[in-house]
Each structure stands twice: as C-alpha cells, then as structure tokens.
C-alpha cells in the first residue's frame, strides 16, 4: 500500500498553487487574518526597562524597590495576570473559531470570514473547550507535582526528590508527545470531519478513530512528514520575515530619526511620543508582514493534510473538486 504521506507532497504544493495564484491582494489579507490566530505570525515582542538609583534615592541593597500607589502590589500583579490569561483566552478562543474559517476557506476556494464564522462558531467554541480541557490536565498535572515538591522539600531528602524527578521526566515527554498528536490530529483532521458532518469533536474523534486503527502507518507517516515540514516551514517563514524586517527598518529608520531630532531640538515628551508611535507603528508592520508571509505556508500544511484524509478515507474527503483537478493535470502531463 502506498503512503499518501509521501504521494500527497506534490498535490498539496499544487492545490495551494491553484488557490493562491493569481495573487489576489483581497484574499491574502483576509487569509493572513485567519492565519495570524490559527497560527500566530511567530513574532514574540517583550521588553524590560532596569533603572538604578543614585546615592541617597536608591532602594538598600538586596531590597527591591516598588513604587508606592496606594495599591498592594500583589494587587497590582493578580490583576496584570488576569488580564493577561484573558487576552491569551480570547485569542485562542477566536484562533479555534478561525480553524474552521480557514478550512471552508480552503474547502471553498473562497474566503468569506464574516458568513463561515456565523456558520461555524459554536463549532469553534466547542473546539476551544476541547483545547482547554487538554491543557488543563497537562498544566495541571505539572503544576501539581510542582506544588506537592515544593512542600515537601525540606522533608524529603533532596536526593529522593532528583530521583523522582527522573523519573517522572519520561512520563511527562511521553505526555507531551500524546497531547501534541491529539492536538495537532483534533486540528488538522477532525476539524473537517466536525465540518462535513457537522458535529461536536468527540463525535469527530469517534469517527477518526477507526481509521487510525486500521492505517496507523499512514497516520504515522504523515505524522513524521509534517513534522519536519512545520519546521521547514517555520524556517522559511523566519527568514522571510527577518530580511523584510530588514527592509523595513530602512524607511522606519528615518522616522526614529525624526523622532530623535524632537527629542533633542523640540520637547522630551513630544519626541518620547514619537519615538513610541514610530515603534508600534513598526511592531505592527512586522506583525502585518509575518501574518501575510504565513498565508502559503498555512495554506499548504493543511491542504497537505486534508489530501491525506481523504486518500485514508474517501469518506472523510473535504477537497475532492481539487484532488481530482490536480491529479487529472499530472495524469495528462505525463500522458
């Protein structure tokens, strides 16, 4: 039996072809949307400011020093972190709605984000509870045995404490392990099977299931396939990225340079101003240009993956118009 994995690199590259040329600046921006919360651009800004004060203004050493608000500071903190975990929710629950944006997307050759999403959004919420639960038990296993470890440290030798640390170590890589197939199945699998029969994801992994059971090989190819393709892919990405972030400091440069020239000739807070806008105005350049450049990559991993399904399972084929397209071209190309 052949490997779809291997039999279905050339039509992926092929479908994705199809779909995104000719280049239509409409639809790319609209997919680099779905794409920037399906898979994030791969841009991760942080920054840190450290101040030291002079003789008499500078905290005492090994004390650190907090700037007195008239709130605790642990205040200050349980509130930064809870709008943190509430941006990072948001953002993973519309990533799980435009999982099916995309698919339909792709299934369609058409992007209308505004209609799939009325269409498939309790499908998305779904999903996202599903991820959620996942993470949970991972985290919270982890974080558990954290907490258990750190109570019991000055009651456990710290030798038993290593040696059960290793070995635990491997039950959480193979944990890991089984959580990255089972998420990154539930993604590229059954999210066209919930699309098709238009179902929760357990009635989606109930379906999967017996086809995995019966062609683990071809599951187990094309796991390994798209393992080194994601990288290649990610590769290709952060080198594009970078040289256009490259590119870009050129005409952003001269606007720091303005920006420094306020500063220094006209007024501190009006050159502080610019400086900052002109360095969100660049963030988001980045962000704008990574999000794009992610379009085919995207584009490709999941056709690549919906192929395969649907050669394991004619069934389960989201994309038969493009299959057969392509195939019927290579087929009288080497007629």
Do not use: C, H
Not at 191 to 198: E, H, N, R, T, Y
């Amino acid at each position: 039996m052949p490997l779809y994995a291997l039999e279905d690199l050339d039509d992926a590259l092929a479908v994705t072809r199809g779909f995104l040329t000719p280049i239509d600046r409409t639809v790319w921006a609209k997919l680099a949307l779905v794409a920037f919360f399906i898979g994030g651009p791969g841009a991760n800004f942080s920054s840190f400011q450290s101040t030291t004060g002079g003789g008499n203004g500078g905290p005492p050493p090994g004390e650190v020093f907090f700037p007195d608000l008239g709130i605790p500071i642990w205040t200050l903190i349980a509130a930064l972190v809870a709008v943190v975990l509430l941006v990072v929710l948001v953002f993973a629950l519309v990533g799980s709605i435009m999982e099916f944006v995309f698919v339909e997307s792709l299934r369609a050759e058409e992007v209308a984000i505004r209609r799939y999403w009325s269409r498939r959004w309790r499908q998305g919420v779904r999903l996202f509870g599903f991820r959620l639960v996942v993470g949970f038990f991972v985290f919270g296993s982890a974080a558990l045995l954290g907490v258990l470890g750190f109570l019991y440290l000055d009651t456990v030798d710290p030798g038993a404490l290593v040696a059960l640390g290793l070995l635990v170590l491997p039950v959480f890589l193979v944990l890991a392990l089984v959580v990255g197939l089972v998420n990154g199945f539930t993604t590229v699998f059954v999210v066209p099977i919930m699309i098709l029969s238009d179902g929760g994801v357990l009635d989606g992994w109930r379906r999967l299931w017996p086809t995995i059971t019966e062609q683990p090989s071809q599951y187990l190819a094309y796991a390994v396939a798209s393992f080194f393709l994601s990288i290649l892919g990610g590769l290709l990405v952060a080198i594009t990225v970078a040289v256009l972030a490259l590119l870009l400091l050129v005409p952003f440069g001269v606007l720091f340079a303005l920006g420094i020239a306020l500063l220094v000739f006209v007024s501190e807070p009006v050159g502080i101003g610019a400086l900052v806008l002109v360095g969100v105005l660049f963030g988001l350049s980045v962000l704008v240009v990574a999000a794009l450049v992610q379009v085919p990559v995207q584009a490709y991993l999941r056709y690549y993956a919906l192929l395969v399904l649907g050669d394991v399972d004619p069934e389960l084929d989201l994309v038969p118009d493009q299959r057969a397209a392509v195939r019927e071209s290579s087929t009288e190309s080497t007629a």
